[in-house]
């Protein structure tokens, strides 16, 4: 959960659950309501309009939305009886998969705005003034948001970059493809246009965002080869902007997983070598429960095909544990294959039954106690395996692109291309640059370690 701050004039307070699309939707609202005067607040006691950007994937982020709602409830009345007026919007999949609820639920929720609609705040917020009623927008117009977001302003050397929306492939558990709706690929153009914008405001790495970032597909764009592109040919394209270092996408699913794709990995040296690519489980009787459309071998070898391209690839993973039928033996499947793999990083999860989604009607449910022991192992072996790869760099000599002062005086907080977060005494003069630094000591969560001077061997 991450919240934007900051006060002048009129204020919007956003706080923003789950996923990395939601922080990139929390920043375009924001650049959307900037030029109707409204700043960011600090807190959401503050704000004369306050946006929960939330998050449906598991119940207990969807929980989250309706506590928050009862906090605001009563700043709100607080405000209203010194004379003031705070607008509450929830934005985001719990709007877009409860909308009708939410608004009965939460009588002093003015407005409910989906992920596809939140270019009609303005619109909205106009009508909230003239106290319309239920305010419920929750349409699917990919093209015509993106078409009328406002222009981005950078913050930092580092960007999201939303290129494609929504799921076609229905995995059995999850929430996605009714939240989000069907996959919608932006235009080359538009990428390409806000891609120069974030470089010329000194941006120097963009992680494209997709729900399954590399079923991007679009036209090549005039004078270009090709008819038909794919994210290689994308990210290939992108490279070529000055400015731009780096680049990252995600998230990827194996079936979309491409020849093309797997080839600029190995060629383009702007592309991080770190894939996030889930598999979610290691039993192919689970894997076809879960609609995952492949096997554990062909993810395996899948995997062989990358790292035979791209020597240096970090890769990471999702897992849910304890997915309707999951048997001890399936279980011992899904470390068997992480033991294979060698993770860099991962996130893990138990199973949550969601409304709707077929899983949850699925017999053979698993006890919550099982998922708890089932989760406690896997995380247990994925750290080990996180700490083991931190580990190995000790010694060597990573690219570090600062993105932040750290907490101690002179010390800057940068990342690594495996994401990893390296301290680093260095000047302020170097945020936003690229530099190599010897790492010499790990925490749990970050490298330590020193700038290389100019002429002293890299290697
Ligand atoms: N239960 C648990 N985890 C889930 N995910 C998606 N849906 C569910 C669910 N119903 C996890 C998957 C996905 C990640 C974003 O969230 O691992 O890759
Ligand atoms: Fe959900 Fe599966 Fe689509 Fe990913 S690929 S968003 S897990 S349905």
């Known amino acids: 959960m991450t919240e934007t701050r900051r006060k002048q004039g009129k204020s919007v307070f956003i706080r923003t659950y789950g996923c990395q699309m939601n922080v990139y939707d929390s920043e375009r609202m924001a650049g959307l309501l900037k030029p109707l005067g409204y700043g960011l607040a600090d807190a959401p006691d503050d704000a004369d309009l306050v946006i929960l950007n939330t998050c449906h994937i598991r119940e207990k982020a969807a929980e989250k939305v309706y506590s928050e709602l009862g906090r605001l409830k009563k700043m709100k009345s607080e405000k209203a009886r010194a004379g003031g007026d705070m607008k509450i919007a929830v934005a985001g999949c719990v709007a877009q998969a409860e909308g009708p609820e939410i608004t009965a639920r939460a009588r002093h929720v003015d407005m409910v705005v989906g992920p596809q609609a939140y270019h009609r705040l303005p619109e909205l917020l106009a009508r909230a003034a003239r106290d319309d ?49 069907a996959e919608v690929s932006r235009g080359v153009d538009a990428i390409v246009a806000e891609a120069r914008a974030l470089a010329a405001q000194g941006v120097r790495e963009i992680t494209l965002l997709g729900q399954n970032v590399n079923a991007w597909r679009s036209a090549a764009p005039s004078g270009e080869s090709g008819a038909r592109w794919g994210l290689g040919e994308l990210c290939r394209h992108l490279a070529k902007i000055d400015g731009i270092e780096r680049i990252r996408f995600t998230t990827s699913h194996p079936r979309d997983m491409d020849d093309g794709l797997i080839a600029a990995l190995g060629e383009e040296t702007k592309l991080m070598p770190y894939l996030h690519l889930p598999v979610q489980a290691g039993s192919d009787k689970i894997l076809k429960a879960m609609n995952r459309g492949h096997t554990a071998a062909h993810y395996i070898r899948q995997i062989e095909q990358i790292r035979a391209a791209r020597p240096d690839i970090a890769i990471s993973g999702d897992f849910i544990v304890g997915f309707p039928g999951e048997t001890n033996e399936d279980f011992e499947g899904t470390l068997a294959l992480v033991e294979e793999i060698g993770y860099a990083s991962a996130y893990s999860f138990k199973y949550s039954r969601r409304p709707g989604t077929p899983g949850a009607v699925m017999p053979k449910q698993v006890a919550e106690p099982e998922k708890d022991e089932r989760l406690a192992r896997l995380q247990t072996l994925l750290e080990a395996q996180r700490r083991d790869f931190n580990q190995r760099q000790i010694g060597g000599v990573l690219p570090v692109l600062f993105e932040k002062p750290g907490r101690h005086e002179g010390q800057l907080i940068g990342r690594s291309p495996y994401l990893q977060s390296v301290h680093v005494t260095a000047p302020q003069s170097m945020l ?3 530099a190599p ?12 370690g020193v700038l290389v001077k100019q002429g002293e061997a890299a290697a």
């Not at 927008?137 to 015509?144: G, S, Y």
């Not at 960007?159 to 492939?169: N, P, S, V």
């Not at 010499?440 to 330590?448: F, I, K, S, V």
Request: proline letters at 5%; aromatic letters at 10%; a negative charge.
């Open 432 to 434: 936003g640059s690229i």
């Open 437 to 448: 630094v010897r790492i010499d000591d790990t925490t749990p969560n970050a490298l330590a």
């Open 133 to 181: 009623g239920d305010i419920l927008e929750t349409d699917f117009a990919v093209d015509e948001k993106f078409d009328r977001l406002a222009k981005r302003s950078a913050d930092g050397p580092t960007a999201f970059l939303t290129i494609q929306e929504g799921c076609d492939k229905f995995c059995t558990f999850c929430v996605v493809p009714y939240t989000r709706g």
